[in-house]
């Protein structure tokens, strides 16, 4: 029997990562072959009639999927009935910018946006936060929705993640599909902490650990790490634009991971609100190690964290509660 479609939310949805995006999840890369969707998409006014073209896109492009659109400018309109809420809308970081100082601008969307989904969405909706700074927009819109549970709002550091499994196949030579378990603790920023302590490649004769093939901990304890924290920036720098298509593709392997649940011996990153786990300060949305199943996830416990880790995770965690200070300054 045919399933009931889901109701998919899409905010920024005439900007850049919404035009990547919502073909994609009208095509089931983020749901699934089999699961029939209704795409809600909201921007601002002076983008309307750009989303209404976005709109005879998706009419034009015939998904079979796709069993409805709604775009609009009116976010009650847009967050009614949603199960799943994709947060790209806001303004983008430009070359030479750092996230703080697209703070203001951001945090203040969200504080509204968060009443909204609150009061319009469907019960258990869940929220992926795109828009930068991405953990302290989604830590405003967790504050400002206490009724939505603070396990079904999160951030994007699966693109990062992405990154640093992308950095690993590139120097090993290997198909990237083979390589998992990298984690991206922290911070959707240049503190963010790429860590390959635990990651693993396939091979013949089983999973083989990263650090042994690799064999140069100066690589991987610098260049490897810096590579993937300046990712974002390289993109800016070269395509005049942020990240698009992957920024895309990794909101789709969020929400996919996260409903679907994640490959048995597979963990993910996602920022999710912090419970002290890894010694990592309650009340920050932070990166961590996930796995998810029946639509949970759960931080992956008991790994090993060396002191060289330990000062990586604590300078994140840090940037973090300064960002928490910074964005409530901009909302008073
Ligand atoms: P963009 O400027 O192309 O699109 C943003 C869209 O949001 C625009 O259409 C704009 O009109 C709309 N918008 C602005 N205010 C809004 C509001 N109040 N409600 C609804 N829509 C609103 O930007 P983009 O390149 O698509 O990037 C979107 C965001 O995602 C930026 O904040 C960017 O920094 C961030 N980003 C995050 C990641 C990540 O991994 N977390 C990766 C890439 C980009
Ligand atoms: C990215 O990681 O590509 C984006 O967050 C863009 C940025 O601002 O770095």
Not at 36 to 51: G, Q, Y
Request: hydrophobic letters at 40%; glycine letters at 8%.
């Amino acid at each position: 029997m045919a399933k009931d479609p889901i109701r998919v939310l899409v905010t920024g949805a005439a900007g850049q990562i919404g035009y990547a995006l919502v073909p994609m999840i009208a095509r089931g890369v983020m749901l699934g072959a089999d699961q029939p969707v209704i795409l809600h998409m909201l921007d601002i006014p002076p983008a309307a009639e750009s989303l209404n073209g976005v709109k005879m896109e998706l009419v034009d492009a015939a998904f079979p999927l796709l069993k409805g659109v709604v775009a609009t400018t009116d976010v009650v309109e847009a967050c009614t009935g949603v199960n799943i809420a994709v947060m790209v809308g806001g303004f983008p970081r430009k070359e030479g910018m750092e996230r703080k100082d697209v703070m203001s601008k951001n945090v203040s969307i969200y504080k509204a946006q968060a009443s909204a989904l609150e009061k319009h969405a469907a019960a258990n909706c869940k929220v992926l936060v795109v828009a930068n700074p991405a953990n302290t927009n989604a830590l405003i819109l967790k504050e400002f929705a206490p009724s939505i549970p603070e396990k079904n709002i999160s951030c994007l550091t699966r693109l990062d993640h992405n990154r640093a499994l992308g950095q690993i196949s590139e120097r090993l030579n290997v198909q990237v599909c083979d390589v998992k378990n990298v984690i991206i603790w922290g911070n959707h920023s240049s503190t963010q902490y790429p860590d390959v302590n635990h990651a693993t490649v396939k091979a013949p004769g089983g999973d083989t650990p990263v650090r042994q093939l690799v064999a140069d901990d100066d690589w991987l304890n610098g260049e490897f790490i810096t590579t993937v924290q300046q990712r974002g920036a390289a993109i800016i720098k070269a395509r005049k634009l942020s990240s698009a298509l992957s920024a895309a593709s990794a909101a789709c392997d969020h929400i996919r991971d996260w409903v679907l649940g994640t490959p048995e011996g597979t963990f993910v990153s996602m920022g999710v609100y912090s419970d002290g786990s890894y010694n990592v300060p309650p009340g920050l949305i932070y990166s961590f190690p996930v796995t998810c199943r029946d639509g949970k996830w759960s931080i992956v416990q008991g790994l090993s964290i060396d002191e060289f880790s330990r000062k990586k995770l604590d300078a994140t965690a840090e940037e973090l509660s300064e960002e928490k200070a910074l964005a409530y300054s901009c909302l008073s």
